[in-house]
C-alpha cells in the first residue's frame, strides 16, 4: 500500500510517499521561514496562502522523484490537526479532492501522533512500549506509549510549550526567527557558567512543565545586562542549559515511574544537539535505550504523516468524504484501530 503523506498544520509544506516494502520513497518539504521571519512569528493567513502556492508543485515534484503517477498511489494521508485551522483546511481540501478523484481512501492524521512515530522511520527503530519527550514549536508532552492509539500523557506545558519559549527568547536577543536553531548556534560560543537560570517545577513532584517563568527571568537579565554588547551568548546558553537539565530531570522521573526501557525522543526541538547529548548520558546511567528521528524529520514533514497514516490505514482505518479539520485535538482522544 502506498500512502501519499500531505502535512500543512503550520508554517511547513510537506508531503511523501511511504511503501511498507521500501519506507519513505520520495518527500519534499518547503519551509515558510522567510515569510514569518519580518513578523517575528507565523502569520496564518500568510501561512494558508503559501500552503496553496506550494503543495500541488510539492506533490508533482515527490511523484516525479519517485518515478510514480497518481494512480499508483493507494491512499492519502493528510494532517487533520492539531495546528491553524487556515493551513489544514489546504491540506485537507486537496487531500481528499485526490482521494475523490482516484476512487481511494484517504485518512486525517493527528499531527503529534506524526511526531510521536517518527523514529519508527530509522533504520533501527524502537520497539513499543516506551516512553515519548514531544517537544515541538506548539507542543511540550511526556507519553507513555503502549501501542498504536494507546497513550497517556504523563505531563504537559502548562502555558508555553518549549519551541514556543526558544522563539522568545530569541526575540528578546534580536536572533530572529525561529528561534531553536538560532539560540542554539548561539549558545555554543558562550563562556558557560556565567548566569544560572532556574530549572522550572523541578522542586516539586510531577511531570508537568511551565516555561513562563524562565521566559521572565530571561528578559530580566537581558534588561539587567543591557548594556553588555558580549552577554547574548552567555544569556542563550544559560537558557539552554535550563530547559535541557529540565527535561532531563522529568524524563528521569518519567522513566522511573513507569519503569519502561525505551525513551523516544521527538519533535522540532529534538533537534537540539545539547538535548541530544543530555538525553544520551541519562540514558546510559539508567541503562535505557534512546531514539531520536532522523534530522530531517524532526520538524514538521510529509513522512511521518505518510508513515502515521499508512499504520492507521493498515489496521482498517478509514475516513468518510466529509471532512473537519481540528485545530484541537488531544493526543490521549485518540483510540487503538
Known amino acids: ?42 502569520v496564518p493567513e500568510l501561512a494558508s496562502r503559501d500552503h496553496v502556492r506550494k503543495i500541488l508543485p510539492l506533490i508533482k515534484l515527490t511523484l516525479a ?6 494512480t499508483d498511489v493507494d491512499a492519502l494521508a493528510y494532517t487533520a490537526g492539531p495546528g491553524l485551522v487556515g493551513a489544514l483546511l489546504v491540506g485537507s481540501a486537496v487531500a481528499r479532492s485526490l482521494a475523490f478523484a482516484l476512487d481511494i481512501p484517504a485518512l486525517g492524521v493527528h499531527h503529534m501522533e506524526g511526531h510521536l512515530l517518527s523514529p519508527m522511520l ?4 524502537p520497539e513499543m512500549p516506551f516512553l515519548a519527550l514531544l517537544v ?25 510549550a518549549a519551541g514556543e519559549a526558544f522563539d522568545k527568547v530569541a526575540k528578546m536577543l534580536g536572533l530572529g526567527y ?52 558580549d552577554v547574548a551568548a552567555d544569556i542563550a546558553h544559560a537558557f539552554v542549559e535550563a530547559v535541557v537539565d529540565t527535561f532531563l530531570i522529568k524524563c528521569r522521573r ?5 519503569g519502561l526501557k525505551t525513551l523516544v525522543v ?19 546511567k539508567l541503562n535505557v535505550g534512546v531514539h531520536y528521528p532522523k534530522f530531517e524529520y524532526c520538524t514538521d514533514n510529509g513522512a511521518m504523516i505518510a508513515y502515521a497514516g499508512y499504520c492507521r490505514l493498515h489496521e482498517g482505518t478509514t475516513d468518510s468524504l466529509a471532512f473537519n479539520v481540528r485545530p ?10
Open 65 to 70: 522523484q519517485a518515478d510514480l503517477r497518481l
Open 178 to 229: 525561529p528561534g531553536g536553531p538560532v539560540v542554539e548556534r548561539l549558545a555554543l560560543t558562550a563562556t558557560p557558567g556565567r548566569f544560572h537560570f532556574p530549572r522550572p517545577m523541578t522542586n516539586r513532584p510531577g511531570l508537568d512543565f511551565s516555561f513562563s517563568g524562565l521566559k521572565t527571568f530571561t528578559l530580566n537579565t537581558v534588561a539587567e545586562h543591557h548594556d553588555d554588547p
Open 1 to 42: 500500500m502506498r500512502v501519499l503523506g500531505i502535512e500543512s498544520s503550520c508554517d511547513e509544506t510537506g508531503d511523501a510517499l511511504y511503501d511498507p516494502a521500501c519506507g519513505i520513497v520520495a518527500h519534499a518539504l518547503h519551509s515558510q521561514v522567510e515569510i514569518h521571519a519580518r513578523y517575528g512569528g507565523v
Open 122 to 125: 530509522d533504520d533501527a527503530p
Open 266 to 284: 521527538s519533535g522540532g526541538v529534538s533537534a537540539n544537539q545539547q538535548l541530544r547529548a543530555g538525553l544520551s548520558g541519562l540514558a546510559s
Open 328 to 337: 484541537r485535538w488531544p493526543l490521549d482522544s485518540l483510540r487503538r484501530p
Open 254 to 258: 518519567a522513566l522511573k515511574q513507569t
Open 136 to 160: 515541538s514549536g506548539g507542543h511540550t508532552m511526556l507519553v507513555s506509549v503502549q501501542g498504536l492509539g494507546d497513550y497517556e500523557i504523563l505531563g504537559e506545558s502548562v502555558d508555553d
